[in-house]
């Protein structure tokens, strides 16, 4: 998938948007791989316009957050749904519960959406670290198909979870493949060993790019540069600025050392 929060969703105008859909549905129609796209926006109407783009491109599955401005009074949480399935009844929804949307999710809030709309919904991105919280989504929702993010790929799989919205698979593709696959075998302990070593390294390197103030992309794009696995300029678009260059020139240094039996 694409055009999440690493891939700058919140800096691609719409013909922009309508220029990547269209690649994007061309190079997946030669994959037997589910193909799905990132339309969180500042409104409803941005996030019908990207579906219905992509749609037309032949992508049906969405990742969709709340409407990042403000948040959402109570009732136009259930109000945002009905209109997105109205305008778009074939479009399938993955709710990314970030709590930049402002309205976090929870186990009952899952239920009901999912007996709302049990066509539309077909999954989540849980960024939990908690796992009694992600117990809660899984466990309320057990029709729909649960996906982690790095921190918790390992715990949440052994809960019922189905794998992971990977931004490490950018950076060393084989090494996340074997983390899902040893989950799927039920092989726990060497996961476990494999995913400490993920989180070592997040908290240890990555840190400091954090404590610099990047997030998201920006970061993203840091990471992409680490293994060249992926081509990428490194720009992202202003006010977001890349992290600068002895900060990522320490990053690469550190990577090299410490994934060198990857490489």
Known sequence: YTTGSDGEFYAIERDEFE?????????MEKTEMGAAMGVTWSHTQGVIDRMKIALDHGVHAFHIAFPFWMPLAPGDVWRFWEDLAAAAPEARW????TPRGHRVFHGPDYARLAA???EQFIGTKLPFNGLMEIVDCIESAPKVSHFMVEYTTVIGMMVGARGTYSYWANTLPHWTRRLTDLCWK?????????????LVWENRHTKPLRDAGHLHGVIGKA???????LED???TRPPYYPVDEKLREEYQKAFKEYWKDEL
């Open 116 to 118: 709302d709309f049990p």
């Open 94 to 97: 993955i709710h990314y519960n």
């Open 223 to 229: 990471r992409g540069e680490l293994s060249g696995f």
């Open 19 to 27: 220029q990547l859909a269209n690649t994007f549905g061309r190079a």
């Open 233 to 235: 300029t490194g720009c």
């Open 186 to 198: 039920k092989k726990w302990e060497e996961a476990m060993a494999m995913q400490k070593r993920l």
